[in-house]
């Protein structure tokens, strides 16, 4: 349909749809391509799905098919011009005996990638009756780096099923079709005239990204592990970049995503770094464990232009794919609350931490999105003018879960205490596809601007929104351009207000203080006692002794027992484990809060140290900035007078209490408007509930 019915039919639908998509037709303009363009090309190959594989697959495997044929037929547009010559040169190299080829065949090509077969998807045509097997001779023509992305989509898994559905001609002869062109050259006619415009590299990745677009959303129950909404990306790379306008120089610049998923936010954030200083080139590496989201990154680094190389395959936890790098620019959305136990062995060895990227400490082993944090912090740059970027999408776990000690608090007590914290940002509810909970961007910087040093900036976004028409998995509301806007303006201009708040680092810690009370236990020498104990003839000889000296009335002072028990020991040389002196004391003395406090030991200059009651011991948090002894005096002392601090036990933390500081009062409603609701409910069942009486 084209604009100027959809206008007729829905004008208040399109007027949206060009509010929302301004910034995107901006994108295609500058790769070269207009709106008409990229909706034709992605509506066609999104056609092929329903056209061709409707009767063999279920349409939630339908990515499993177009997303890979999509890259071979863009790869055999490429290709196609040099096809001849590739195989010419293949020939020659074989008759050379050179094993290295690859050098040659890529300049041959003019791409990092070839095809050595004699096909291509045209010629592939030319022979239905062959095509299952020379489309199998086809895919093991092409260069290692297609190899992998291949391998990495399982497609070869898919060929027999094709065969058997009889589709494998149709599928090809659908991306061979004159209605689009892949091809980075315009299509004419006989007379000359241009059909189709040529489709650049990037062109061609906002296609393939629209594509990955659509499948995510189509089956958004798995489209949050792997897809970040556009605009939270866009909010991210502003966030990232907006900061160093007029900073960023010509010159080399790298960018990192150690969980890119299918790599929206490297080439978000790549375009927008262009933006900032066409002049500078930016490089892009990533990361990904997910062997079908590799395979989709890697492709349309390929299809873009850029080093497929530098997206890496594996578990960026356990191993790295780009351990001795450095970066300028880091965004990434990794996973949370997701184990990270397969990893654990990499970086663990039983207490010890092995791998130095972390050897502030590891959270628990259930969630491993503060790894990822504290990965890209171990590769910031510290000796550039620049320094390092970071912006990080987590719950609100990273930001309290873990006590004092704990891997997590001592992660975000090196952040702080190292000034890394520019700012943490509350997004809405509802803007991810797999879930509804709190959600949160921490942005840091090894080289703040001198009147952000020693702070962090806290800004609560989550009423910063706008409703979906229509929900998606259980996304419900995105960010428009003036929504990205706002939120990058209350960060730039680093004020108080309503929703931006901004703190000392050292505000967020903590000392954590054992208090302690001491033990009182009252005690009876009284046979009795002894009744139920197997050892009850050895300790009754003793008891009978200390009968004689102490009676046997109750006595609220153990320590008399105490002394009184080691000295008929060591005079009568009876030689008791110190398990069985234990089990003796319990069997004849109880605790007793009125009794008087159990000594451990006495000082010479009279100091006593009173034995602590385990069931008692409590924590306070005490913060940073208050004096410990003027707090415990203050706050404890007045309610507990015989309480202690265990000073061997104090340890620092930090947390981040987001809610705390953006909590707004509710009155309770008055308890005759509440009175009054109770009735009318009253009222209104009354009948309802005598009718199911009766």
Known sequence: ????????????????????????????????????????????????????LRDVYTRGKYRDIILPFTVLRRLDALLEPTKDKILEMNVKLDELKIDNKEPQLRKV????????????????????????????TYLDG????????????????????????????????????????????????????????????LGMGYVFEELIRRFNEENNEEA????????????????????????????????????????????????????????????????????ETYAICKADMLIKGEDPEKIAYGSTLSKDGFPNLKFDFMLTNPPYGKSWKIDRDAIVDKKDIIDPRFKVGVPRSSDGQLLFLMNMVSKMKLNSELGSRVASVHNGSSLFTGDAGSGESEIRRHLLENDLVEAIIQLPNGMFYNTGISTYIWVLSNKKEERRKGKIQLIDASEIYQKMRKNLGQKNCELDEDDIKKITTLFLDFEESEISRIFDNEDFGYWKITVERPLRLSWQLDEAR???????????????????????????????????????????????????????????????????????????????HYEPDSDLRDTENV???????????NEVLPHVPDAWIDHDKTSKGYEIGFTKVFYKYEPLRPLEEIEKDILALEEETEGLIKEIIE
């Open 224 to 291: 949050g592990e792997h897809f970040t909404p556009r605009e939270i990306i866009k909010l991210m790379t502003h966030l990232i970049f907006e900061p160093l306008e007029g900073k960023i120089r010509e010159g080399t610049y790298l960018i990192y995503d150690p969980a890119c998923g299918s790599g929206g936010m490297l080439t978000e954030s790549e375009h927008f770094a262009n933006e900032i200083n066409p002049k500078a080139t930016f490089h892009l590496y990533g990361q990904e464990v997910n062997p």
């Open 623 to 633: 913060p940073l900035k208050d004096n410990i002894e003027e707090y415990f005096r």
């Open 1 to 52: 349909m084209t604009e100027a019915a959809l206008v007729e039919e829905n004008p208040e639908e399109l007027e949206e749809f060009v509010i929302k998509h301004t910034d995107f037709r901006k994108k295609l303009k500058s790769a070269g391509m207009n709106q008409t363009q990229h909706n034709q090309i992605v509506n066609f190959i999104w056609g092929i799905a329903d056209d061709v």
């Open 142 to 201: 092409f260069s290692s780096n297609v190899q992998d992305i291949i391998s990495k989509f399982k497609l070869r898994n898919q060929l027999e099923t094709m065969e058997e559905g009889n589709i494998t001609f149709p599928l090809i002869e659908k991306f061979c079709s004159s209605q689009i062109n892949l091809s980075p050259d315009p299509v004419t006619n006989r007379e000359g005239d241009i059909i189709h415009d040529g489709l650049s590299n």
């Open 109 to 136: 090509a003019g791409y990092p990638f070839y095809n050595t077969s004699p096909f291509t998807f045209k010629r592939l045509l030319g022979e239905p009756g062959n095509i299952h097997q020379n489309l199998e």
């Open 530 to 608: 002894l009744a139920e104990s197997e050892n009850k003839d050895t300790f009754l000889s003793v008891l009978k002794s200390l009968q004689a000296e102490l009676g046997a009335e109750v006595n609220n002072d153990f320590n008399i027992l105490s002394k009184k028990l080691e000295a008929h020991l060591k005079k009568t040389e009876t030689k008791w484990k110190a398990k069985e002196k234990k089990e003796f004391l319990d069997l004849i003395a109880w605790k007793d809060e009125t009794a008087e406090p159990v000594i451990r030991k006495k000082e010479k200059g009279g100091t006593i």
